[in-house]
Each structure stands twice: as C-alpha cells, then as structure tokens.
C-alpha cells in the first residue's frame, strides 16, 4: 500500500522566513498604490518583514538587525506606487522590478513540476 501525501498550497505572501536575515524578502508581488503628502517624513520598509507595508514598524531590529528602513521626504502631494518586492533600484518607488520578481518565481515552479 502507498501512501499519498497531501498538502495544501500557502501563498508565498503568507510564507516568512523565522531567521535573521541580512537580504530583504518581498512583502508583495505587487507595488503599493499610497497617498503621500509634501514634507511629511516617511520610513519606507527595506526588509519586507514589516507588518506595516509598505512603511516600517521596527521589525527590521529583530528579523533583519542589518537592514535600516528608508526615510524619506516627498516633494509633493498625491499618489505614489511604492516598492513591495524589494527590489527596485529607485527606492521606495516603484520601477517595475517586480516583473523579474515574478517572472523567476514562475520559472522556478515550472522547473518544480519536472523534477
């Protein structure tokens, strides 16, 4: 007789790593659409471990011990895409990185299925 294991599919947004880590991890697939305002200071999540997103709620200092958030101060008022995934190269907007983002979490299932 042959046993079946059976498991139930967890959306990686729901999946944290429990170790420190020194590299951040995607809070999202997709960008935060935030309304900010002019000369208000904000500190953007660079960890991904904030339960806050896309802001900071300090747990960087037990998750992430090496990742600081952002602070920034916008220029003017109105509605912003800002980073989930983490890996923009204009921080905290958005620039489109998480297509790559997405486009290898896709390949490394599909190379899953033929294993």
């Not at 139930?8 to 999946?15: D, L, R």
């Not at 200092?61 to 220029?75: D, V, Y």
Request: net charge positive; aromatic share 8%; proline share 10%.
């Amino acid at each position: 007789m042959r046993a079946v294991l059976q498991t139930t599919p967890v959306p990686s947004s729901v999946v944290r790593c429990s170790l420190q880590s020194s590299q951040p991890v995607p809070a999202a697939r997709l960008p935060y659409r935030v309304t900010l305002t002019a000369g208000k200071r904000y500190a953007w999540c660079v960890c991904g471990h904030s339960k806050k997103q896309p802001f900071c709620d300090g747990a960087h200092s037990t998750e992430a011990p090496g990742i600081s958030p952002l602070r920034f101060t916008p220029e003017k008022h109105g509605a912003v895409m800002l980073c989930a995934c983490k890996q923009t190269k204009a921080p905290p907007y958005c620039d489109g990185s998480h297509f790559r983002v997405i486009y290898r979490d896709a390949v490394k299932l599909v190379k899953g299925f033929f294993k």
